[in-house]
C-alpha cells in the first residue's frame, strides 16, 4: 500500500494564516432597506429626492474595504445614469474610509473586482450588477421599458458596528409614462445578490437576505405628456386608440375608439382584418370597482370603418354605459365580428385592451 | 370788367345754389331702448365640434339633442351627449333655472339647479328676439378639450 505523504507548504500555510481575516472581513454584513421616502407623485420634469434609510449591521465582525452598492429600477426614458445623482450619509467617520460621499455610477465594465456583480449564490458569474438586478428582481408591475441603474460607494470602515445612514437619490421624473413602480436596492460588494438567512444576532430581519434588500414604490408623474403610459397597468397596443384631441381626455369627454385591424401581433394582421364588420366590446371599470359591460354587439357597438382596415367609434362614456354618479376609472376593450366567433385582444397578452383617462 | 363781375356773380351764387341741408333721419324710439335677449322655445342641436373640428357624424344621435328653453328655465331632453350641467363633476341635472350674464347683451348662460350654477359661454352675439340660431361652448372632462353645440330654433 503505497503512503501518501504529507507535504508541508509553508508558503500555503502563511498565506491562508493572514487571509483568514480577510474573509471574515469580507462575508459578513447585514443590510436592511428600513424605509424609502419617496414621492407618491410628482410632476413630469421636476426633480424629486427620494431617500433610502438603510441599516448596516456588521453582525460583530470587524470591517473594512466594504461599498454599498445601491440599485435603482426607473423608467428608461428617465436616463437615470445621466441625471440621477446619489450621496450616501452614515456616522462612520473612520478616516480615510468614511461612510459618507457621492457614489458613482456602475459603467458595467467590469474591470475591477468590485465592479463584477455576483448572483444569488454571491460568486461572480460574469453578468454585471444591472443585469443581475434585472434577473433576480425584475421590474414587478411595470410591464417593461425600465430599467436597473446601479451605483456603489467608496471603500467603508464599517467596524464592528450597526450603523443607520442614508442615501439620498437625486431623480429627474421624465414625461413618457403617467405612473411608474420605481425599485430601490441596496447592498454589498462584496455579497451582491447572495441570498442566505439572517443570523440571529441580527437586527436586520427585515430584509429577504442577510445581505441586501430592496423595495418597490408607485410614483404616479403629472403633466406626463397625452400619449404617455401607465407603467404598472398592461402594456400599450397599437391596435386601438382612445382620444379627443391633442390634449388628452377624461372620461366625462366625448372620446373616439380607434382600431386598426392591421395592427396585430408584432406588426401583423389581426384576425379581423378585411372584416365586414367590427364590433367593439367594451367594459368600463367604475370608481366603486364595479364594472358595467356592453359586450352584446348591439347595433349601438357597431364601428364605423374610417379608413383601410381601420375602424373608429365616437361615444360620450358615461350616455354609452349608463353611467350617472359614477366615475368611469377604466374602459377595457376587445373587438369582434358579428357572430363573436373572431375576437382581438391585446397581441401578445391576449387580455382586454385598457385605457385609462389622459390629460395634461 | 363787366365780364368778371359777372362771372364771379354767376359762382358765388353756384355755390350758395349747391348748398343744402343736412340729411335728417327717423330714429324709432324703441331703437333708443334696450330690450332683452329672448331665447325662449326648442332648440335642437345642429352640429357638435370638438376641439374645432366638426364631429357630428361620427355621432349618428347627436342632432337628437334638444334643449327646451322657457321663461327662467330650461329642461334637457334625452341623448347620448354630454351637456355641461350633465358632467360627473357635480351631480348631473337635466332641468333647472337659467339666466344670462347680462340680460341685454348676453355672453353666457347661467345653469342651476338650485344648488351647482354651471357657467356656459355663448359663441355668438344674441339679438333681443326672432334668434334661430345658438351657440355654446364648454368643457366637460378634460378641461383643454373644447366643445361647441350650435342649436337652430
Known sequence: MKMRRFNFNYKTFIFGFLALPLVFLFVTACLELKSVDAPDSARAGSTQTVTLNVLLDTENNNQNYKRLVIGICAPKEWKVAENAVLTFDSPLNTEPRVGNGTMILDDGTQDKGYKKGRGADGSQNGLTWAANAEEILGFDENYGEMEWVMYYSDQVDAGNTSVEGTVSISLKVGSAHSAAKLGYWVGVHDQGFKMEAHIDASTTTGAPSRFYDYEWKKMAITGASADATDLTGPAPTYTATVGAGADGYTFDDIITIGFDAKEGYLGANTALYNAGEVYMCATALLGDGTTVAKVDRSASAKMTLSGADTWSKTIWPPAYFGVSNQIITEIHLNFQNADGSIVVKNPGYGTDMVFGEKCQ | ?153
Open chain 2, 1 to 153: 370788367m363787366r365780364n368778371i363781375l359777372f362771372l364771379t356773380l354767376t359762382l358765388t351764387l353756384a355755390t350758395l345754389v349747391s348748398c343744402d341741408e343736412a340729411d335728417t333721419f327717423d330714429v324709432r324710439q324703441d331703437a333708443l331702448v334696450d330690450y332683452v335677449t329672448d331665447i325662449n322655445g326648442t332648440w335642437t342641436l345642429h352640429s357638435v365640434h370638438r376641439g374645432g373640428s366638426d364631429i357630428t357624424s361620427h355621432m349618428p344621435s347627436a342632432t337628437g339633442l334638444t334643449l327646451q328653453v322657457e321663461a327662467g328655465s330650461f329642461t334637457l331632453g334625452s341623448s347620448n351627449l354630454p351637456f355641461p350641467t350633465l358632467g360627473n363633476a357635480r351631480t348631473p341635472f337635466s332641468s333647472g333655472s337659467w339666466s344670462f350674464d347680462d340680460d341685454y347683451q348676453p355672453t353666457s348662460i347661467n345653469f342651476t339647479n338650485g344648488t351647482d350654477v354651471v357657467v356656459t359661454s355663448l359663441a355668438m352675439p344674441l339679438y333681443a328676439s326672432n334668434n334661430s340660431s345658438m351657440g355654446l361652448t364648454f368643457s366637460m372632462g378634460c378641461g383643454a378639450t373644447s366643445y361647441q353645440y350650435n342649436f337652430k330654433k
